[in-house]
DNA sequence: ATTTATATACCGGCTGGACGGTTTAGTTGC
DNA sequence: GCAACTAAACCGTCCAGCCGGTATATAAAT
């Protein structure tokens, strides 16, 4: 993963991944125009096409900061996480909330794009989350509430993401309590 | 929401909201275009826009078919709901996993064809939702359950809609019954 | 030291094709 | 005779990708 320019501040990539995330938002993932990153991003149309050579390249570049922004939450969690079951299921709960936090509809919009452009380059995060699901029957003392936990923190994400959540700062907080007992403690009264 | 055609057999309108759906699934939410929706339906341009005047109309369309599709589960169900706590919730998940089942990327392809689009056509939805979390957070004898039970299932119809989903048709029954769990005795120990 | 060459990073105009939507004129079946 | 279409042409717009240029910097050759 390493690519031409990358000294001094924000790289032109990176630029562009952001003016394009912020675009998804804005005006939906399928009026999503070269033209328009490229203004956002404060450069030509042919610039961009020097740093991302065709639109697939620039939807892939979106996905794959999606997942790397998700594992290096992870990993940057992992070191201070308290111990206790169902580790995994923690993180990966932890990670994505804290993306959740005001931006998710940003970090995940190259989802929408892709979706929007061609279901086919989703393909590497269907990796991630088999291996995911994966870890998370292998080392959870208790799979079930793991399993529940990752869904209801990717179901709330999906709202987000979607611009669907009807869910105030008060809720969202409520919820991610609600799915650190569960993955601590069970649930039940 | 009446509409002008309606005798016989299959309606125009309703094989023109499946021949969408199942274009989305196919080719990407973002490619819809009304000549493949009207050849897949199998009939002329002409005849889609006699059904649908405008595209924004035929997005409408398959939100509000989702809508009413999950709506009608919803309320089949509830004559035979076992009794117990949390009843709206167990509705609302059961509702939603039912509909799951194989055919969840064409039934909710309406929301990625609309967010492709235009956001705003998200709007019926965002209203039905909000409706679904007052009523939950009302009528429910554990409203913590209550929420992260809807979530995950959200969480899992997001990820069979985007065609992400890891899971055999063992998981999902697993998370089935996790979730009834859940519901009806918290899940601890 | 000066010229030449090569690479990076970007500009911006152009084009060919596709798409949404309209219109018109005709057809089928109840 | 009207509803529900078909068939086909047509228009304006939009947009991805290409291509010829430009500016700067570093390196090599002379």
Request: proline share 5%; charged share 25%; hydrophobic share 40%.
């Amino acid at each position: 993963m390493l690519f031409p320019c990358s000294r001094g501040r924000k790289s032109s990539r990176e630029k562009i991944l952001d003016a394009a995330a912020e675009l998804v938002a804005e005006i939906g993932a399928g009026r999503l125009t070269l033209e328009a990153v490229a203004e956002k991003a404060g450069l030509s149309k042919g610039g961009l096409l020097y740093n991302f050579p065709s639109k697939e390249a620039l939807l892939q570049g979106m996905i794959q900061r999606l997942i790397d922004q998700v594992s290096a939450e992870k990993e940057a969690l992992r070191g201070q996480a308290p111990p206790g079951p169902n580790l995994e299921a923690r993180l990966c709960t932890a990670a994505l909330l804290k993306l959740c936090g005001g931006q998710m509809k940003e970090t995940a919009s190259g989802m929408l794009a892709a979706t929007a452009e061609n279901p086919k380059l989703l393909d590497p995060l269907r990796q991630v989350i088999r291996e995911t699901l994966k870890t998370l029957k292998e080392t959870s003392e208790d799979v079930d509430a793991a399993l529940l936990g990752w869904l209801a923190v990717e179901g709330l994400s999906s709202y987000e993401m979607h611009g669907l959540s009807p869910f105030s700062d008060e809720d969202r907080e409520r919820i991610l309590q609600a799915v650190n007992r569960l993955l601590s403690k069970g649930i039940a009264p």
